[in-house]
Nanobody
């Protein structure tokens, strides 16, 4: 069993900042990559940012230069620092991780339940 639990969402004014966190726990052997996706009302879920176990990062064009993804030293927590927020960043943000689990060392994608970010004045 693996759990991803997000936190840090909320209401923020345009131009403001928020920091999302996602903690992975459970029967984890290794985490190959972690990332953040978002889904706005009436839209499909889209990639926001990803980070590999080696530290390589990738960002959606819409957030490049404003958002920063990072992990803790144990690489079981992923953060998304969101600066210069815009109303169009309003969405439910989901944590995603590619995790190898014990005891069979099988890899699978796991998702958190999401945290709502609302950017509004």
């Amino acid at each position: 069993q693996v759990q991803l639990v997000e936190s840090g969402g909320g209401l923020v004014q345009p131009g403001g900042s928020l920091r999302l966190s996602c903690v992975a726990s459970g029967s984890i052997f290794s985490i190959n990559a972690m990332g953040w996706y978002r889904q706005a009302p009436g839209k499909q879920r889209e990639l926001v940012a990803t980070i590999t176990s080696g530290g390589n990062t990738d960002y959606a064009d819409s957030v490049q230069g404003r958002f920063t993804i990072s992990t803790d030293n144990a690489k079981t927590t992923v953060y998304l620092q969101m600066d210069s927020l815009k109303p169009e960043d309003t969405a439910v943000y989901y944590c995603n991780a590619l995790i190898v689990t014990v005891p069979f060392r099988s890899a699978a994608n796991y998702w958190g339940k999401g945290t709502l970010v609302t950017v509004s004045s």
